[in-house]
T-cell receptor
Framework: AQTVTQSQPEMSVQEAETVTLSCTYDTSENNYYLFWYKQPPSRQMILVIR??????QNATENRFSVNFQKAAKSFSLKISDSQLGDTAMYFC?????????????FGQGTILTVHP | KAGVTQTPRYLIKTRGQQVTLSCSPI?????VSWYQQTPGQGLQFLFEYFSETQRNKGNFPGRFSGRQFSNSRSEMNVSTLELGDSALYLC?????????????FGPGTRLTVL
């Protein structure tokens, strides 16, 4: 079974600064996928960034990047130049690949507040 | 393309009743997954349907069921509602042919059981 752990229930950052959200996971699979999702107060879950485990290069999407440490089973999200619109709950999630059809395993979430 | 839609957005029921929630995936997406989100348990996987077949199921009692139609629209049903079923129910669609396992979520249905 896969597990995902987010050890930071809440984080805050000043606008324009950088913040890093932590995530660790446990899996026995070789071909798995990792995601960060954002859930703003509107409750709509939005994909922020994805990482395939077989890729060594860390994924980046504009101001969002990850630090994927496969041996340590760590998958942190860095948000650069934080904006007020980044205020949301952030979920780290994994997919085991293979026959784990449609099943994402989520961490508990980190509430991020960006202050002006 | 239109996103994933869910109806209704809000629902209030009483214990013992049953409820049906609907999800329309992104056009062309044939996989639909359902999740329950509560403050205590977080996001938990309910089940996944692909081409009208349930391929995967989470650890929920049999009161939770679902189905998928030929147009990929999906419904989930909860029978004999309990207070603990109060939650945000999210559905997500995906297309294995493009970005594998990347799911696109709907806005959710907020179910309150009184």
């Amino acid at each position: 079974a896969q597990t995902v752990t987010q050890s930071q229930p809440e984080m805050s950052v000043q606008e324009a600064e950088t913040v890093t959200l932590s995530c660790t996971y446990d899996t026995s699979e070789n071909n798995y996928y990792l995601f960060w999702y954002k859930q703003p107060p509107s409750r709509q879950m939005i994909l922020v960034i994805r990482q395939e485990a077989y890729k060594q290069q860390n994924a980046t999407e504009n101001r969002f990047s990850v630090n994927f440490q496969k041996a340590a089973k760590s998958f942190s999200l860095k948000i650069s130049d934080s904006q007020l619109g980044d205020t949301a709950m952030y979920f780290c999630a994994s997919h085991a690949g293979g026959t784990s059809y449609g099943k994402l395993t989520f961490g508990q979430g980190t509430i991020l507040t960006v202050h002006p | 393309k239109a996103g994933v839609t869910q109806t209704p957005r809000y629902l209030i029921k009483t214990r013992g009743q049953q409820v049906t929630l609907s999800c329309s995936p992104i056009s062309g997406h044939r996989s639909v997954s359902w999740y329950q989100q509560t403050p205590g348990q977080g996001l938990q996987f309910l089940f996944e349907y692909f081409s009208e077949t349930q391929r995967n199921k989470g650890n929920f009692p049999g009161r939770f069921s679902g189905r998928q139609f030929s147009n990929s629209r999906s419904e989930m049903n909860v029978s004999t509602l309990e207070l603990g079923d109060s939650a945000l129910y999210l559905c997500a669609s995906s297309s294995p042919g493009t970005s594998p396992h990347e799911q696109f979520f709907g806005p959710g249905t907020r179910l309150t059981v009184l």
